[in-house]
């Protein structure tokens, strides 16, 4: 049985920090990508960050330069550090697992196999 489990979200300032977690459970996390989505309400869930096994990173261009993902494969847990945050980065974050989906799905929700249950994320003053 696969889990993901978030963590770290929370009711943050404008401009101000956070660093969400995601621990993985079983063997699905080494060798495989991992990724950082978002859905804010009404709207679709979209990618925010993906780090392949190999440390390959790719970010959204709404979060480039102020968000950094990062794994720990002997915790399997992966981080997004998201710095700088504003009103518009309130959402709920996801991270999910691409086991199966080749590297062209990757940008799609379709392309992870496993989610986990979400971490509220609020910036607001």
């Known amino acids: 049985q696969v889990q993901l489990v978030e963590s770290g979200g929370g009711l943050v300032q404008p401009g101000g920090s956070l660093r969400l977690s995601c621990a993985a459970s079983?063997?699905?996390?080494?060798?495989?990508?991992m990724g950082w989505y978002r859905q804010a309400p009404g709207k679709q869930r979209e990618l925010v960050a993906l780090?392949?096994?190999?440390?390959?990173?790719y970010y959204a261009d709404s979060v480039k330069g102020r968000f950094i993902i990062s794994r720990e494969n002997a915790k399997n847990t992966v981080y997004l550090q998201m710095n700088s945050l504003s009103p518009e980065d309130t959402a709920v974050y996801y991270c999910?697992?691409?086991?199966?989906?080749?590297?062209?799905?990757?940008?799609?929700?379709?392309?992870?196999?496993?989610w986990g249950q979400g971490t509220q994320v609020t910036v607001s003053s």
């Open positions: 780090i392949t096994s190999g440390g390959s990173r």
């Open positions: 999910a697992v691409a086991e199966y989906a080749p590297s062209t799905a990757w940008g799609s929700t379709r392309g992870y196999d496993y």
């Open positions: 079983g063997s699905v996390f080494s060798g495989n990508t």
